[in-house]
């Protein structure tokens, strides 16, 4: 009985694809048709179907077309699993990088909508959360160009990881904040449990936000330490201090909103 032949327009209806599908993998060696007439016209038979098929499985799932040319002439389930295996974890990657996309849009939101209502230059009490960090190697003992380092580090993990709905954060040492100095030991960003080499602590907290320009958020500082005094709380080991409404939301910088939180050790 003799096979139907299929020009490779006739071809490609069936199968879904453009023409010029067909005769990019029959360049590339991928997919060739069956017959070559005299005429140079191309011809497939419907027994090819399974093959394009399997191709444009594994074209699907991620896969080069380079990597598919290798794989079907030495398929088994065997590796057929471990392909799978592998374009799972990568797919799985990359939900979470969208989960995280999400996050931080919602986010960002949220905290230019909360910007509103907040009370900028006071102090009060107040409750929080732990929160899961990707913290800064220690300033202290290191040049000014290492730090500049560990803050692009980190600068570059939030955006490589979808990881930026909160801005960049930074914690003073208590002997700094109470002598009047705001000098950083660390920056950090907010992430997910997994990716946090450090937790800020649950507990109560002084917090303060100060509008204006980062240089001058000392002041905000003083109207805590102020309360602290006034209060006669003691004040933990290191502040946290974090942009609301940072240069990535305002062009203007007397616009800034900052929020300093520094816990409160327990009597």
Known sequence: MNTKLYRTGEFARLTGVKKQTLLWYDKIGLFKPAEIAANSYRYYTLSQFDLFSVI?????????????????????????????????????????LSENL?????????????????????????????????????FRDISPEEQAVEISKITN?????????????????????????????????????????????????????YQGDYRDTYKIYMEIRRYAHQHHFALGAYSYEQSLIDETLSATPQAYITRVSIPLQES
Do not use: W
Not at 174 to 188: A, M, P, R, V
């Open 102 to 138: 999400a996050e931080s849009l919602e986010q960002r939101i949220q905290i230019i909508q909360a910007a509103h209502d907040i009370g900028t230059q006071t102090v009060h009490i107040e409750s929080q959360p732990a929160k899961f960090l990707y913290r800064s190697r220690s």
């Open 56 to 96: 444009r499985s594994f074209q699907n799932i991620g896969m080069p077309l380079e990597e598919i040319k290798n794989i079907i002439q030495n398929r088994n389930p065997q590796s057929s699993k471990k392909i799978f295996e592998q374009q799972l974890k990568k797919v799985q990657a990359e939900i979470i």
């Open 157 to 209: 993990f939030r955006y490589q990881t979808n990881q930026f709905g909160s801005a960049l954060g930074g914690m003073v040492a208590s002997e700094n904040f109470l002598s009047g100095k705001t000098i950083y030991d660390y920056y950090y960003c907010e992430v997910r449990a997994t990716d946090s080499n450090y937790i800020k602590p649950s507990g109560t907290y002084l917090t303060g936000f």
